[in-house]
């Protein structure tokens, strides 16, 4: 038997899981040419299942429910290496515990077969129950996979997901008495782009005209006269307010059509964004298809870790349209765990957008950029670079000698928008957080931006207790999605009507959130936050003078750590010490692309990220040799991982929080409770997914503060990074859960 008894009683036959198993991971990876070695892998990744002694631990613990721990990897892992697999093995290996490093997968394989010594009546039982072995020759690696080490790295990696996907969907469907796993068939691009079109133009012709329209409807065209080009590598850097969302929708959708692919992948930096267009996708993409086109995706749970079932509930992107973070998309492209990789496979032949690609941090840059343009060479997809603030990847060797297309190829000749945003400086003197809040409580309208939550909080607090003044917001981290998007939704009405509204936010609404303020104040930050907080000033140009940027420097306010050699750069080249070339007595505006491109440059220079010692160049290193849970993990260092050295977009991973509490009615509260008394005991990716509007994530620095734990009860795993837990305590309709936390990082 390959599993104990379904709710019906029902044991799965062995060979029933290795045959479905392998029919599915062989269809996952047939667009990536991966087919005859993940159907393999998937006939022999339980083979070990076959010991005596694990079937008679699997009859003694089923009653209970318990685990055999008795390891059943190793003897298919064996006969995948001696097939002539060779470090391809570790697929089969890792599929319950993860990828390991290429060097310790033969010496792996011997200890653990050394620990039952019936290996060759079990093998022979294996090949006996599947003649097929016999039958036919293993399928050959794709030349490419042998001749670039770094090629065959992400398409072991492919493999990897095709039989962790297909695993965990046979198994799921057996213990839910399923007739059959549910795998949704690939979607219609051109209805899906057709459907898009037509709707995207009802919405425009049911919005009042802007100054803005012309422009915006010129990129659209853009967008989709390059959509019919050869796939590729394509840029979208057009200025802030130009509806890029839209136009890379469009292009993506479009491209998928045109050229057969399986799907688009939208990610973008901060929740905040994630949260807005896959509500836009989700509006104009409605009725497409008989089920949901849109999955947004963004939990940080590991379910790893949080056991068996929560792993067979991992997201896998079964969806034709996704909308996920930078975190969750690089996870899945250089992680190692099943129920992080198990969605990779679906990236083949697809179309990624990525949004407000400027916030992908400097230090990654190097494998980031070497696996996006391995995934453009070699495994049929295309990639969409989108910003108002274009890094020149191209000064990076991962893409020095790619080749790329620019969706608008002349700026210049684009029709006239809005006013050019004014900035203002207020760098100097003693400025506090208290005075910003003061100078900004009276008059029209305001935006303030600031670097970190208590920044925010300290703002809010400020005009919350001045007299007479009302229709204050905060937006930050602390609040669930949902409730970001209630205030985002009242916020846009009352500016609409002309009504008065004081805003204070994190970062996670410069770059891409569609608001519309006549003023923006923006705390001190790296050059391209200047740039994209710019974009929420007189957004739709309505204003005769365009809007105005106030860029401030408070002596009591903090900053992330990360930002010291950000900040210096951006003072040199467009900040308060710059000089414009043309006039020694004018200062360099933030929006200069010219000036960009320097920062950029000087950015990418002085963190040495072409230098051999880089963490970048090591982790580049570790995949050519194969070394996964190096990448991931960092390397071997008095017996210890070097997490210093591991591949990581945020500093700190999160614990992930939901919060019954920010629902507006009673029912939609009782069905979270329900939905968190069902994950606890058995985990469905339903409820998951029914729970993502309602989590929010808690830095480490949050979770040490005094009193926050006893305030959390655990749903999956520990109160710790990666686990899941439930907000007991109280939840401000303001400002969302109360925590003192020292910085916002890289949003989770």
């Not at 490093?101 to 394989?109: C, F």
């Not at 990220?609 to 050519?624: K, P």
């Amino acid at each position: 038997m390959a599993h104990s008894q379904s709710r019906s009683g029902r044991w799965q036959p062995w060979v029933e899981h290795a045959r479905n198993v392998a029919g599915m991971a062989g269809a996952f990876a047939a667009p990536f040419d991966g087919a005859a070695i993940a159907h393999r892998v998937g006939l022999l990744h339980d083979a070990g299942k076959l010991f005596d002694r694990w079937q008679d631990k699997l009859a003694r613990v089923a009653a209970a429910g318990g685990a055999v721990r008795i390891d059943h990897k190793a003897l298919g892992a064996e006969m995948v290496r001696t097939a002539g697999y060779g470090k391809i093995a570790a697929v089969v290996l890792g599929h319950h515990g993860g990828l390991v490093d290429g060097s310790r997968v033969r010496g792996l394989i011997g200890k653990l077969l050394g620990e039952n010594p019936d290996e060759a009546a079990a093998e022979a039982t294996v090949r006996r129950l599947l003649p097929e072995l016999a039958d036919s020759a293993p399928g050959a690696i794709p030349p490419a996979w042998v001749e670039d080490p770094l090629v065959g790295e992400l398409g072991v990696r492919m493999v990897f997901s095709a039989l962790c996907d297909a695993d965990h969907l046979d198994t799921a469907a057996h213990f839910a008495d399923e007739e059959a796993p549910r795998v949704r068939p690939d979607s219609d691009f051109c209805l899906l782009a057709d459907h898009f079109a037509a709707a995207r133009a009802r919405y425009l012709a049911a919005r009042a005209p802007t100054r803005m329209d012309a422009a915006r409807e010129a990129v659209y065209q853009h967008c989709m006269d390059a959509a019919l080009s050869e796939q590729g590598i394509f840029r979208l850097g057009v200025p802030t307010g130009y509806a890029k969302t839209l136009g890379a929708a469009g292009f993506a959708l479009r491209h998928a059509a045109q050229h057969g692919l399986r799907r688009v992948v939208m990610a973008v930096p901060f929740l905040t964004i994630t949260e807005q267009n896959a509500a836009v996708l989700r509006g104009l993409l409605d009725g497409a298809a008989p089920a949901p086109v849109v999955l947004e995706h963004h939990s940080g749970v590991d379910l790893d870790a949080a056991g068996r079932q929560a792993r067979l509930a991992s997201e896998n992107w079964d969806a034709p349209v996704v909308v996920t973070t930078f975190v969750r998309l690089f996870e899945s492209l250089l992680g190692r765990k099943p129920s992080v990789v198990r969605r990779l496979h679906r990236l083949a032949r697809s179309v990624i957008v990525l949004d407000e690609v400027q916030a992908l941090p400097a230090t990654m840059l190097l494998p980031i950029l070497d696996v996006l343009r391995i995934l453009v060479q070699h495994f049929g997809v295309t990639v969409l670079l989108c910003s108002a603030t274009q890094p020149d990847f191209w000064h990076l060797s991962p893409f020095r000698q790619l080749p790329a297309t620019d969706v608008v190829p002349d700026l210049a000749a684009l029709p006239p928008g809005r006013q050019r945003t004014r900035f203002r400086w207020r760098t100097q003197g003693d400025l506090t957080l208290a005075d910003v809040a003061a100078e900004t409580a009276s008059g029209g309208s305001v935006l303030v931006v600031v670097n970190t939550t208590a920044d925010a909080r300290t703002v809010f607090d400020a005009w919350s207790g001045m007299p007479g003044v009302d229709s204050v917001w905060h937006l930050s981290t602390r609040m669930c999605p949902e409730h970001r998007r209630r205030v985002l939704v009242e916020v846009r009405r009352r500016l609409s009507c002309g009504l008065p509204v004081r805003l204070v936010a994190t970062q996670l609404i410069e770059a891409g959130v569609d608001v519309d303020f006549p003023v923006v104040w923006r705390a001190f930050a790296p050059a391209d936050s200047h740039v994209q907080v710019a974009g929420r000033a007189d957004r739709e140009g309505t204003l005769a003078d365009g809007g105005e940027v106030v860029i401030f420097s408070a002596v009591d306010a903090s900053q992330p750590p990360t930002y010291r050699m950000l900040l210096a750069a951006t003072r040199r080249h467009c900040g308060p010490d710059s000089t414009a070339p043309d006039d020694p007595d004018s200062r360099v505006t933030p929006d200069d692309p010219a000036a960009l491109i320097r920062y950029y440059h000087e950015i990418y220079d002085n963190l040495n990220l072409e230098d051999a010692a880089s963490v970048g160049q090591r982790i580049q290193r570790a995949r050519r040799g194969w070394q996964f849970e190096t990448v991931t993990d960092g390397p071997q260092q008095g017996g210890r991982r070097d997490r210093s050295a591991a591949f990581r977009l945020i500093d700190d991973d999160g614990l992930a929080v939901v919060t019954p509490q920010a629902a507006v009615d009673e029912a939609t509260r009782t069905s979270l409770h329900e939905a968190i008394v069902r994950v606890r005991a058995h985990p469905t990716r339903d409820d998951l997914r029914l729970l993502h509007p309602y989590t929010t994530t808690l830095h480490p620095s949050a979770l040490r503060a005094a009193g926050v734990t006893a305030l959390l009860r655990p749903v999956l795993g520990q109160l710790a990074p990666g686990g899941l837990a439930e907000w007991v305590g109280a939840y401000d309709a303001s400002t969302g859960m109360s925590v003192d936390t020292k910085v916002e990082e890289f949003v989770l």
